[in-house]
């Protein structure tokens, strides 16, 4: 079976996560009208309610088809792929062998043996200090997956920003993209756009350009655009529909790197809200209706959170107050599988002052206080966000951080949608909200 570049470590660990992430939902949920609903049942993603969220996923892909006929577009089909040094194996004779241009596992030196890794921090090894390379791009953790996964929307953004593409109407420009690991784990790029049919051949011509085969290659002549694109979104999925334990290393390799599988442009609505009104709707008669104000959407200013969806007829939806649970004091209606989630009310935390110096009691534990990203000052927060392991660490806080950092001007990238994260570990594929 291909591991798209895991390691062994890497799938235990990553089938671990995944366990401990089936449990938590399962175990623990919302307190709404004297029942207890588990997480597990309104979330879909590719491993829990797949069902659900494959149906998403093709009717998004075929919303965006529609859409594309309505307006008469054409399509270009484009795949882009990484140039060589992104790659640490190579196809020869039908087999993969190690690709010596790959630029992620270079040596400084040999000392007694031990090869010494490049790395951008000072590295000390036998009282010797290594000085950081000049260059960045060259250090052996910058061409990882994930980060491959990032260059490749670069890319795209290039091509995005040439003026062949900008120059046609955001209402006549509408594409899908999926993102495929070779099977040395190095992702790459497929893109079905939809243009007016005279616009086609200046971005054929725009991507040749930037891209030269055999980084890009783009189809003109595909028959069915999205009946095409579909063989690659569904390839990417495990079928669990029946069978949730049958999950194989390309699942794990999308969630062990925390990379989405697919996006679509920002033609409809956002998702937050489709999913609110849970079909109601389709994406296409949703995003008119918005446009043309038959359907009003009212966000909580301080939580951002929708509050209240109206159309012609009245209230569709409003948000109702739950009690998010992890304890509770009468457990008499609960269902047997859910009587072990909860947990004694939790200690209070008491501020101690010790010599000037603030501390806080908690568990019988004396801690120093942390503080919060949005108290730090701008070189403090930049060096806490480089701090951060995204592989480890609680990504809605990630996510939340990184959001700081764009709103004090620090990073130049478009807010990142806080609902699009879900626990330590997996990140849905949510659209940002509009």
């Not at 334990?245 to 996006?263: A, E, V």
């Not at 568990?363 to 480890?392: A, H, I, R």
Request: glycine fraction near 4%; aromatic fraction near 14%.
């Amino acid at each position: 079976m291909t591991n798209y570049g895991l390691t062994k470590y890497q799938i235990q660990k990553s089938k671990e996560k995944l366990l401990k992430n089936k449990e938590f939902m399962h175990q623990n949920g919302i307190h709404l009208d004297d029942k207890i609903i588990p997480f597990a049942d309104f979330v879909a993603n590719s491993y829990m309610n797949a069902d659900r969220y494959i149906a998403e996923l093709q009717h998004r892909a075929w919303s965006v088809y529609d859409y594309a006929k309505e307006k008469n577009l054409s399509n270009a089909f484009i795949t882009l792929t990484l140039p060589s040094h992104w790659h640490p194996k190579k196809t020869y004779k039908g087999r993969l062998i190690t690709n010596k241009q790959f630029a992620g596992r270079k040596y400084i030196t040999t000392i007694k043996g031990y090869k010494i890794l490049n790395c951008h921090v000072k590295q000390k090894f036998n009282g010797l200090t290594f000085e950081p390379l000049l260059d960045f791009s060259q250090t052996v953790d910058f061409y990882t997956p994930r980060n491959a996964s990032i260059e490749l929307s670069n890319m795209w953004k290039l091509i995005c920003n040439e003026r062949s593409y900008r120059n046609i109407g955001k209402e006549d420009r509408v594409y899908l993209r999926v993102t495929e690991p070779h099977k040395d784990g190095t992702p790459h790029l497929h893109i079905s756009l939809f243009v007016p049919a005279d616009k086609v051949e200046s971005i054929v011509k725009a991507c040749n350009r930037l891209f030269p085969a055999p980084l890009s290659k783009v189809e003109t002549n595909v028959q069915s655009p999205i009946s095409y694109l579909m063989k690659y979104i569904l390839k990417t999925l495990d079928d669990l529909r029946e069978d949730s334990d049958k999950i194989t290393n390309l699942t794990l390799w999308y969630l062990y790197h925390g990379i989405c599988r697919f996006y679509t442009s920002r033609t409809f609505v956002s998702l937050e809200v489709y999913r609110k009104l849970n079909g109601m709707y389709s994406l296409i008669d949703l995003t008119k209706a918005y446009n043309s104000e038959d359907v009003n959407v009212y966000i909580d200013t301080q939580t951002k959170q929708i509050k209240r969806i109206d159309n012609e007829h009245g209230t569709i939806y409003t948000r109702k107050p739950v009690n998010w649970a992890n304890k509770l004091d009468d457990l008499s209606y609960l269902e047997s599988q859910f009587e072990t989630i909860y947990k004694d009310k939790e200690a209070k935390q008491i501020d101690v002052i010790i010599d000037g110096e603030t501390f806080v009691f908690f568990k019988n534990t004396l801690k120093k206080p942390k503080t919060m990203p949005y108290q730090m000052n701008s070189l403090q927060l930049w060096d806490y966000f480089e701090g951060l392991d995204v592989e480890t660490c609680d990504l809605k806080h990630y996510a939340y951080t990184k959001n700081i950092l764009i709103e004090r001007g620090l990073i130049d990238e478009p807010k990142v949608n806080l609902s699009a994260y879900q626990d330590n570990f997996y990140k849905f594929e949510a659209e940002e909200v509009f």
